[in-house]
């Protein structure tokens, strides 16, 4: 029971995770559109 449950944590963290390297990834790709790439500080 418990290992099952420490899998089903694992896996919803490596989702969280992946989700969260996308998001990070389109917030640059975003700001690299908004800003035109010449007004990074």
Same mark, same amino acid.
């Given at each position: %029971? $418990?290992?099952? $449950?420490?899998?089903?944590? *694992? +896996?919803?963290?490596?989702? !969280?995770? *992946?989700? $969260?390297?996308? +998001?990070?990834?389109?917030?640059?790709? %975003?700001?690299?559109?908004n !800003?035109?790439?010449? !007004? %990074?500080?």
């Amino acid at each position: %029971m $418990f290992k099952w $449950f420490k899998k089903l944590l *694992d +896996q919803i963290a490596k989702a !969280n995770n *992946d989700t $969260f390297k996308g +998001q990070k990834l389109d917030c640059c790709e %975003m700001n690299r559109k908004n !800003n035109g790439g010449h !007004n %990074m500080k």
